[in-house]
């Protein structure tokens, strides 16, 4: 049988890398594909988990001289797992006929050290906003096959001597799933229906209360709005109820399973939380607000305008937003990180109808066709063979 090690280093990156081993698997049914999570915590549905695995205060976002993040790892033991994994993957060597790392190049430093044929997917570095370096390009010259977001990047990268390619994003593919009908209850009544991402770190807790906030002003003035809160599967439900309590709200239990609970303002329900998968409710969505990563791109590449928040230094921070502007141009809308003008920037675009089409072409077009999934694991496959 053969074996596939995959490594990743991302809540984002480890839910890509489940959607190439599904296609894998699909293609190559008689395959083992191990999973290392260098950072993150992600359940993988199509992979095994291996290696040692430690949750850091920052959630991965150590990029880009945050000295304030990269300080608080290492207090927590980053140097000692970070040594621990490449142990690992050391001790690995012969052990796995193909090795793939998701992420950024780091994930592949780290990946080389198991010495298989390596395949590359880079999920985040484009020259619309931060260009592969000198000593990265390097490092991609030693991978066997090399993925990038999209032909720019990757034209780029052939030019200074990379052979890499951009068969599709992957994020286009992830959430691609099908429909439930259950997300039609979940939007049922509001007019209109707002999905809330506040993404799948430990900080999602405290970013969905200030997005919720944003939505019980603004449902003052639209009767029927309504927010959709998705649950990422690493986070708890309840610890959300609890925080949603603490800031006012009428928490109850939901009646489907698919939405544990629902909150209440004023008497008047406006937020139910959604545990189902991301694409049917996006297909459902006017607006999106999120201080998510991946879930924002999926959302701009289902065609729905995204509208993230400036929130200050001990969130995501600006150099964080900068990236995800230049990935998705136009699809995404900044506003302040002040509840108020946030409402105020919100009921705008909800009453700019010609806006909303604008972002939401745009966010297909910056994010591309789906089947970049299914490519990669066709030159996996190749790669076994």
Not at 39 to 56: I, L, S, Y
Request: glycine share 10%; proline share 6%.
């Amino acid at each position: 049988m053969p074996h596939i090690l995959v490594v990743s280093n991302g809540n984002g990156e480890a839910a890509i890398a489940d959607r190439i081993a599904a296609e894998v698997h699909a293609l190559v049914p008689a395959v083992q594909i191990d999973h290392l999570a260098l950072v993150g915590e992600h359940v993988p549905a199509a992979m095994h988990e291996v290696g040692p695995r430690r949750t850091m205060p920052s959630g991965g976002l150590i990029a880009m001289g945050q000295v304030r993040n990269i300080s608080r790892d290492l207090r927590a033991g980053l140097i000692g797992l970070t040594l621990a994994q490449r142990a690992y993957l050391v001790s690995a060597r012969g052990r796995y006929d193909v090795v793939v790392a998701v992420g950024d190049v780091f994930a592949l430093i780290m990946a080389l050290a198991a010495h298989a044929p390596t395949t590359y997917v880079g999920t985040a570095k484009s020259v619309r906003v931060a260009p592969y370096g000198a000593f990265e390009r390097r490092m991609l010259r030693r991978a066997r096959n090399v993925f990038v977001r999209d032909e720019a990047t990757a034209q780029r990268l052939r030019e200074q001597g990379v052979d890499a390619s951009a068969p599709g994003n992957v994020i286009v593919d992830l959430f691609a799933a099908p429909d439930d009908p259950h997300a039609d209850h979940a939007v049922r009544g509001f007019a209109p229906a707002i999905a809330v991402l506040p993404g799948s770190r430990a900080m999602a807790y405290d970013d969905a209360r200030f997005l919720l906030d944003v939505v019980r002003r603004c449902a003052r003035d639209h009767p029927k709005l309504g927010a959709i809160l998705s649950i990422a599967p690493m986070l708890d439900p309840q610890t959300y109820e609890r925080v949603l309590r603490d800031d006012g709200w009428d928490v109850r239990a939901g009646a489907d399973p698919r939405m544990s609970f629902v909150a209440l303002a004023e008497g008047r329900e406006i937020v139910r939380a959604w545990r189902g998968a991301l694409g049917p409710l996006l297909a459902r969505a006017q607006v999106v607000i999120g201080q998510a990563g991946t879930a924002n791109e999926a959302a701009a590449a289902a065609g729905v305008p995204v509208m993230a928040f400036e929130r200050g230094k001990d969130r995501k921070t600006a150099w964080y937003r900068m990236r995800q502007v230049g990935l998705l141009g136009d699809a995404l809308m900044i506003a302040p990180g002040d509840p108020a003008r946030a409402c105020a920037a919100l009921s705008a675009l909800l009453d700019d109808a010609p806006r909303r089409v604008a972002m939401g072409t745009a966010g297909k077009e910056r994010m591309g066709p789906p089947g970049g999934a299914l490519a990669i694991a066709h030159s996996i496959a190749e790669a076994l063979a």
